[in-house]
């Protein structure tokens, strides 16, 4: 009897295996045949280029006596690393009124760097970034005056000191976020924090106003606007 129960056991297990197995084999050749959605991190390296101008340069300098144009151009790899380069134009012309002091300078600057998108979902079309910068400037700039006072005869006298040279480096480190409009059209700011490496300059004094950079004893912190078209 227990001989009997194992012959009907086997033959029950063979017919299961011999109807599951044609399954199995139907199944994987199925799922070999059906295409595999691709990875999103599987696109190409190059992405794009986008090109951008500051808005608060424009604002500035239409509204006060220095100011900047600036425009960048930015590469992007992988939606993650976004090569920069930003070229701008500074200029400056300002008297103080108390002293009687004039102030002139206009000069190219440009910044080249890098910036990377630290968003989780790095093809959204919001990105957050933090980058850095290397900056650098050479500019003339020239100083006078009519009210200084001649130590000797006591009368007041005009001062003029042009063209005086001088070389400014420096780094930024940078934080922002841009958003897609519509099509081509992103918008987004840079928050900037500015150090100095290097400078050069007569024994006339530093610079009021350097180009790229700002006004000496202001604020290190910067802010651009900008306005980007990605093609």
């Known amino acids: 009897m227990p001989r009997k129960n194992i012959c009907i056991f086997i033959s029950v297990l063979s017919f ?16 070999d045949i059906l295409p595999v959605p691709a990875s999103r991190d599987s696109i190409g390296t190059f992405r794009g280029v986008a090109v ?12 006060s006596s220095y ?11 992988k939606d993650r690393f976004f090569p920069v380069a930003e070229l701008g134009w500074g200029s400056a012309n300002t008297t103080n009124e108390l002293k009687g002091t004039n102030y002139k300078t206009r000069a190219p600057y440009g910044r080249i760097g ?12 919001y990105r957050i970034y933090a980058g850095v910068r290397y900056a650098l400037t050479a500019f003339k700039y020239d100083v006078s005056s009519s ?26 480190a940078c934080i922002g976020i841009d958003a897609k409009i ?33 006004k000496k004893g202001s604020s290190r912190l910067g802010i651009t606007f900008n306005v980007i078209f990605e093609l």
């Open 114 to 125: 890098c910036d990377i998108n630290v968003a989780k979902n790095r093809h959204d079309d």
């Open 67 to 77: 100011g900047q144009y600036e425009a960048a151009v930015r590469v992007n790899i």
């Open 52 to 63: 951008s101008i500051d808005a608060v340069g424009l604002l500035q300098r239409a509204l």
């Open 147 to 172: 009210t200084v006072k001649d130590p000797i005869w006591g009368n007041y006298i005009k001062y003029e000191s042009l063209g005086n040279k001088c070389v400014y480096h420096w780094i930024e």
């Open 182 to 214: 519509a099509g081509p059209l992103r918008l987004g700011w840079i928050a900037r924090y500015r150090g100095r490496i290097h400078q050069s300059h007569p024994e006339v004094g530093e610079p009021w106003y350097v180009p790229g950079f700002g």
């Open 16 to 31: 299961v295996l011999s109807v599951g197995a044609p399954r199995t084999a139907l199944a994987q050749q199925t799922k």
